[in-house]
């Protein structure tokens, strides 16, 4: 399974953008780029996912790299809801999803 | 409806007990996982079900037992477990990957806290 490396830990003050960065260099051409997060005391939750393009959704941004082996997760304005572990996964044709250790998102008022 | 469904929130069992947990999802998906989760880590996968059989076992010990009796439905069986087994246990449910594939989201449940004392 390709591996992914994020930082342990990241910090940000509640209304500005986050950019959570995932590199991935062993990315093969058929993975898919998955983030998920898990608040505490809950199940993880999907926020986007992505091949080649960059894609929005109404939780965040996803940015891909051209050469795909890096990817940047951006929450345009953080709230306090958004404190939480953001997983950054590799998901090939397999049913396998493979959970990373994770950023752990502080966000403050 | 995107949501899975796990029971109980909350079991205590003794080390000779035998408890089940149970999944339900009524999104029309054919994978189902489960993950155990342990503080502080990220969840690490246990099984797979495709298609109602199992796929993947991620060389869990046998006191796990997993069971899928339909596509809605998902077990696990716990005997003879350990205090080390204490944990969040995560179901999960996606479309199996025989469909056309683009990037097949999982959708967790909020998981049941499992204490073995």
């Known amino acids: 399974d390709a591996k992914t490396t994020q930082p342990n830990s990241m910090e940000s003050n509640e209304e500005e953008p986050v950019h959570l960065p995932c590199n991935h260099s062993?990315?093969?051409?058929?993975?898919?780029i998955h983030w998920y997060r898990q608040l505490p005391s809950q199940g993880p939750e999907y926020v986007i996912h992505?091949?080649?393009s960059n894609v929005n959704n109404r939780m965040a941004s996803l940015a891909i790299a051209e050469d795909r082996k890096s990817s940047t997760l951006i929450l345009h304005r953080a709230t306090l809801r958004d404190a939480a572990v953001y997983y950054c996964?590799?998901?090939?044709?397999?049913?396998?999803?493979?959970f990373g250790t994770g950023t752990r998102l502080q966000v403050f008022p | 409806d995107t949501e899975v469904t796990q029971t109980p929130k909350h079991l205590v069992m003794g080390m000779t007990n035998k408890k089940s947990l149970k999944c339900e999802q009524h999104?029309?998906?054919?994978?189902m996982y489960w993950y155990k989760q342990k503080a502080k880590k990220p969840p690490e996968l246990m099984f797979v079900?495709?298609?109602?059989?199992?796929?993947i076992n991620e060389s869990v010990p046998s006191r796990f037992s997993p069971e899928c009796p339909n596509s809605s439905l998902l077990n696990l069986h716990l005997h003879a477990l350990q205090p080390e087994d204490s944990a969040l246990y995560l179901c999960?449910?996606?479309?199996?990957?025989?469909?056309?594939?683009?990037?097949?989201?999982?959708?967790f449940g909020e998981g049941s806290w499992l204490t073995v004392v």
């Open positions: 079900y495709s298609y109602e059989k199992l796929s």
């Open positions: 992505g091949l080649t």
């Open positions: 062993t990315i093969s051409g058929t993975d898919y």
């Open positions: 996964i590799l998901r090939g044709r397999t049913d396998k999803l493979i």
């Open positions: 999960a449910s996606s479309q199996a990957n025989l469909v056309p594939y683009s990037g097949n989201t999982i959708y």
């Open positions: 999104m029309g998906h054919r994978a």
